[in-house]
């Protein structure tokens, strides 16, 4: 599960700067009025980043209390 959540992590990273810099070339080419609503999409993903990031470290927070707690035990 580690794996899986550390690709989903750089994959919202890599979505996040590849829609930015596809919006930007086409902002420049077409103009900005008809792609600049169009960011609202690379925020989202980098929203994404972000979250999944802080709930990575909470969950390592958590697995690591779980286990000294049973090392308590023992």
Do not use: P
């Amino acid at each position: 599960m580690h794996t899986y959540n550390r690709i989903m992590l750089y994959f919202w990273l890599i979505a996040a700067i590849s829609i930015l810099v596809f919006i930007t070339y086409m902002s420049f080419t077409d103009g900005i009025k008809k792609w600049g609503y169009y960011y609202i999409f690379s925020l989202i993903a980098l929203v994404m980043f972000f979250l999944r990031r802080i709930m990575m470290r909470r969950m390592d927070k958590h697995l690591a209390f779980l286990e000294e707690q049973k090392n308590k035990k023992d």
